[in-house]
């Protein structure tokens, strides 16, 4: 005798395979490039709430037997579609899914069973659990993907850069200030991270000792402060640096305006004095790209190669981003500072971590402040051709 008869065993397929398009589609994995079970936790109210329907006249043991085949189904195909194109399967998040669906089941049951015929209260009902699942399902979601700010007592990060991000806004610079806006999102969500010093110059702005060092693009730099950025590094500290070849940062000011970010990067005299060499940016191929670093997601636009490298250095997605022993620190260099761009990198929903198209700010802040950067929930990216 079989567990389940031939229809229950059709249903148990059907809304496992409805599940998987949910979340392909209206889940949001689709859109984001990613294949994250946790992303089927919202709309799984609905397709568990349609098998409860078909169930309205069966026994409880039949129930819940369907649904633990639901399930079953929808974790092995979900599992196997995590390991083929993510490499893989995210069994905290499988786990997570796995729970939610089950108590959705139970809910949707509970609640066809309280009223098995389809009145307008049932129906009435029905939307409330479906709506109600997936807002409190995103909620839950956004808090999990929230990455972890510096602590309290964290040093400071000196950021020198050319790009507009400050007041980046137009308009009366007096309204600006009175409305505390005008900054890029960039800034803004790098400061809610951890403490930002953001400097025009490194002569007499060292970073604090235990302090980061992130320099974006900056203008042409003076001697003395090419020499502060090196003794820092060699003498232990840790930089990021984000060096473009050709920048496609939309310029605030009219053409020809020295205030708009350069347009390609001034810092060949300290990457020569490190033993690097960026090559240039591919003039024929302005789109944006996906690329993997140990795992984590960044979108670039442009972006040029290191041609060359010492022996201290790693690198990563076609050489584009490198991981660099200088003396006793670590600089980090990237031939993209468009990456900063909030378009390339920011949530399809304000404040919805979970939705976020690239983890450029968790990146960054990882190797900014100790400790930043980090969430319990972390995105499963579809791996991308350049890896």
């Known amino acids: 005798m079989t567990i389940l008869s031939r229809r229950p065993v059709v249903r148990a397929v059907s809304i496992a395979v409805l599940t998987l398009l949910l979340a392909w589609i ?5 859109w984001l490039g990613r294949i994250d079970p946790a992303l089927a936790a919202p709309i799984i109210a609905l397709p568990m709430l349609l098998l409860a329907l078909w169930h309205r006249g069966e026994g ?6 369907t649904v633990i085949a639901v399930l079953v189904c929808l974790a092995v195909a979900q599992a196997l579609i995590g390991v083929v194109l993510a ?23 509970r609640l066809v069973q309280w009223r098995p015929r389809r009145t307008f209260l049932a129906w009435l009902a029905a939307l409330a659990l ?6 409190a399902s995103h909620m839950l979601l956004a808090s999990l993907y929230r990455p972890a ?16 991000l400050r007041w980046s806004g137009s308009g009366d610079i007096a309204a600006i200030i009175a409305d505390k806006a005008g900054d890029d999102p960039a800034l803004v969500r790098l400061e809610a991270m951890g403490q930002v010093s953001l400097v025009d ?25 090419l020499v502060a950025i090196d003794a820092f590094v060699r003498g232990g500290g840790k930089a990021v640096v984000l060096a473009d070849a050709l920048s496609g940062w939309p310029a605030p ?45 960044l979108r670039l636009s442009s972006a040029g190669a290191f041609e060359r490298l010492p022996p201290t250095c790693r690198s990563f997605a076609d ?14 260099l990237v031939g993209d500072a468009d990456l900063l761009f909030a378009p390339l990198w920011s949530p399809l929903v304000p404040g919805a971590d979970h939705l976020r198209q690239a983890d450029t700010i968790e990146w960054l802040s990882a190797r900014l402040w100790p400790g930043a950067g980090v969430a319990v929930l972390q995105p499963l990216w579809i791996r991308s051709r350049a890896d």
């Open 201 to 225: 110059s490194l002569i007499d702005a060292v970073p604090p000792p235990g302090g980061a060092l992130l320099i974006a693009h900056p203008r042409a730099l003076a001697p003395q402060e």
């Open 130 to 135: 479906v709506i109600g699942w997936f807002a």
């Open 60 to 65: 409880a043991a039949l129930r819940w037997r």
């Open 319 to 332: 050489r584009r981003v490198a991981q660099c022993r200088i003396g006793a620190g670590e600089a980090w």
């Open 26 to 30: 209206g889940g949001g994995q689709a």
């Open 87 to 109: 490499g893989s399967m995210a069994s905290f998040q499988l786990g997570l899914t796995l729970l939610t669906g089950a108590a959705a089941a139970y809910v949707a049951d």
């Open 253 to 297: 000011h009219p053409l020809g305006d020295p205030r708009n970010p350069p347009v390609t990067s001034l810092l060949t005299p300290l990457l020569d004095h490190w033993g690097v060499r960026l090559g240039a940016a591919p003039t024929d191929d302005m789109d944006v790209s996906a690329v993997d670093v140990d795992g984590v997601r």
């Open 149 to 164: 700010t510096a602590s309290a007592g964290a040093p400071a990060t000196t950021m020198l850069t050319g790009l507009p």
